[in-house]
């Protein structure tokens, strides 16, 4: 039979044949909170103890009058223990219930103390599973972290509630200070809650650092593999490489032994180069001293533009519609230092031209090769004034005729080529593009590098040479208003004598030209399905490591080519160091 009666002096516990088990000689008062309760003098067994305080509730084993063995100690404020006492102390193993945090441990404890080995679980769902010391943890543990999208975990030494010693953490989602994500492992030394000392960090994307770290950054000695396949191996500081290169350096060679017995162009962003005749490309990595960084692996990209010119249409809703049609199509045009944007040209290393194939300067510009018109207009013989008119009309209409008869051809011209120009097309050799380089030791190299012949409607060739022939009809529709603008007054029969004989030389000269023009033209044409049309080109190196190390790209640089035809000397040193090619 059990006795509850909640007051300070009296007794609520077991009884033994209708008596106390154990009867006070003294009235029972409150002691402290830690002190032994001399209540049951002498007595064990089960029993309820209410402390004057009211803070306190005791229910639980008593021996000798301690709390002692298997009870629960109850507070105000919800908080509340249960489990082993000793002699009056919490003391073994329990579970305390902290009702202002909400957390919830499970363990040894020491005198009242979280010590020894327990479980602390946390409101959040946070959970530690270690040692303790003196209500803190230390030593050995496992802490696990719960966020909003993922958790963190940490294994290894604590030191007075910091990671201290040898450890690991596998890192949450969310993206630190540090830089560290969701995914990311870090293996090594801890010093404070802090990385400090040797350590592996494996992080999330594959890139691997491995040295000295402080202050929770690298910092010294260390090794970065980088998951783009760039590699440094240094110092750092503050979690970057100590020198970092900043941009790109061309330097080129255009493998011409007479073009370099001249002497170097002022303007180094512009060279020289030929067509048959390959040239070398190198890059360097600098940082903003010039001076030459060794990075290891940095992919890098060569590519060659030529000038952008812009959709001619004489309709503009027609040229609207092609600026859309040539967006989806088209590369996006690049921005140059020069003035003037560019899109993409091929470009080779996959190119063996013998000696033979090379073209000759002289034999481009020599009119005597060339076709002429023996046929000359005839000369007029008559003075009198009558004849002189007839032969001036008779003139101005072979003039004419001889203007539209040009006109003509070269439309019909025009139209025979368009046949031949399209089976062409696909005559044109294709050849494979330049792969991107990686550095080594902050170099990277491309040799025998040729301009392919221009593929099939290569757009910019199209414009630009639309835009020359609107320029020279605009011209010649000029110089026809200058010609049939009428003259002042009656002319002399002089002044008729001498402008026929200047519009029969006119003519004369104009029918050569144009035929030279044309011989010209059908032979630069040959030459083009073998070789890169005559012109400027640029060449651009730029940094396309991916993903970017350390999230930063290096500046590209460029450089500005002219293609030109090989000098008449370069094939005759050519044909003397290979006597036993064919003539």
Known sequence: MELKLFRSNTYAGEKFRDKRNARPLRQISERKEHSVNPFPKR????????????????????????????????????????????????????????????????????????????????????MYEGEWYRNRKHGYGIMKT???????????????????????MMYAKKIRSDGCRNGDRYEGMWVNDMREGRGILYSNDGSVYEGNFQGDSFSGRGVMHHISGLIYDGLWVNGFPEIMATKLKISFDNNSEIDKKKKSPKDKTKVSIFQGIGFTVSVECLNESNRVILDQGREIRLTVGFRYYPPVSDNEKEDALFDMIEDDVEEKPIETPFGYSVVPYPITDQINFSVEDIPDDDEQDDPSKSPTD???????????????????NTENDKEENSEEKDEEDKAEGDENDESPDMEKENTVPQFPPITTLRTKDGLCKWDDLHLTPAPPKYRPFERMEEQERLKSQSKNRSRSKELSTPSMGRPSVSDIREQGSRRRSSIKNTTHSSMFDKFRMKKQKALEEKFAKLGEYVLIVEDVTNPPFMNRRLEPDFLLMKLKQPPKEFKRESKKDHPGSRK
Do not use: C
């Not at 509340?80 to 945090?101: H, P, W």
């Not at 999208?149 to 690991?168: A, F, L, P, Q, W």
């Open 43 to 126: 007595g064990s067994g089960h029993g309820i103890y209410q402390y004057e305080n009211k803070y306190f509730r005791y229910e639980g084993q008593w021996r000798n009058g301690t709390k002692h063995g298997h009870g629960k100690l109850q507070m105000a404020d919800g908080s509340y223990y249960e489990g082993t006492f000793s002699n009056g102390e919490i003391d073994g193993k329990g579970m305390r219930f902290f009702s202002q945090t909400g957390s919830k441990y499970t363990g040894q404890f020491v005198k009242g103390e979280l010590h020894g080995r327990g479980t602390m679980v946390y409101t959040d769902g946070s």
């Open 146 to 168: 719960l966020g909003s999208n993922s958790s963190e975990v940490y294994e290894g030494s604590y030191d007075k509630n910091m990671k201290h010693g040898v450890g690991t």
């Open 374 to 392: 023996p046929s000359q207009g005839p000369t007029a013989e008559s003075g009198d004034e009558s004849s002189d008119e007839k032969q001036e």
